[in-house]
């Protein structure tokens, strides 16, 4: 599953847009290329998202070729909307353009990758980076190493290489894998985490204890798979 594809936006367009309205709300012309600076800066971001897709989508049919399997249960993605990424540089104390964003937000694109099994998501890591064009800058485990609340998920960030009409830019993608269980804990937890901080607190232990069960349950089903399939 993908989030649906934006339509096109053109950068001269785009600038007759704002233009209509800058002679009312009296903005500057610097503001406007800021603008559309970041709009490009989106672009750019999609795109790199497009190529990563690809390449986990060529892994998962390969997979299901060969093994009668598939690792990959269905993926996200997502790029920072330009209010949220601008947020976030604010946040930092960064300077707020376009090259600023490049060099201090690393998750600006994102693809959650949600796996069948534990070991598919180790698998489709290690197949990823092997590939010649991804290069790793971060990783955080989070399934050996669960963060506090329970949370677990393996982290990567790699760059991809984007191709334009006249350039190329290396892209960094964060990229989540996680099991269906995890994804189904993350995402409860981060409704209610936002939605009440009071709920938090008030199942903050329940949560974790859910997070341990739901590995415990994981680590059984890979077991039972790999003796079923893998023997």
Excluded at 54 to 65: E, H, M, P, S
Excluded at 137 to 163: A, C, F, M, Q, W
């Amino acid at each position: 599953m993908y989030i649906e594809r934006k339509p096109s936006l053109n950068v001269d367009d785009l600038k007759e847009e704002f233009k209509e309205s800058i002679d009312h709300i009296n903005e500057s012309e610097e503001a406007l290329e800021m603008v559309v600076g970041f709009v490009a800066l989106e672009q750019l971001y999609s795109s790199a998202l497009k190529e990563v897709s690809t390449k986990l989508d060529i892994l998962d049919d390969q997979f299901q070729q060969m093994y009668k399997h598939n690792p990959i249960h269905h993926m996200e993605r997502r790029v920072k909307e330009m209010r949220s990424l601008i947020n976030k540089l604010a946040r930092k104390g960064c300077d707020i353009s376009t090259e600023s964003a490049k060099e201090n937000i690393l998750d600006v694109a994102g693809i959650r990758v949600v796996c069948n099994y534990l070991d598919d998501i180790y698998v489709i890591e290690d197949l990823l980076l092997k590939q010649a064009d991804v290069n790793l800058i971060k990783r955080k485990d989070y399934i050996e190493y669960p963060k506090e609340n329970g949370y677990r998920s393996l982290h990567i960030v790699v760059t991809i290489p984007v191709y334009l009409a006249h350039s190329m830019e290396l892209v960094p993608v964060e990229i989540q894998i996680r099991t269906i269980g995890m994804d189904m804990w993350a995402s409860l937890e981060h409704k209610i985490r936002y939605k009440n901080s009071e709920n938090t607190e008030k199942y903050r232990a329940v949560l974790k204890q859910c997070a341990t069960d739901i590995t415990s349950v994981e680590g059984k089903l890979q077991d039972i798979y790999s003796e079923v399939f893998k023997n």
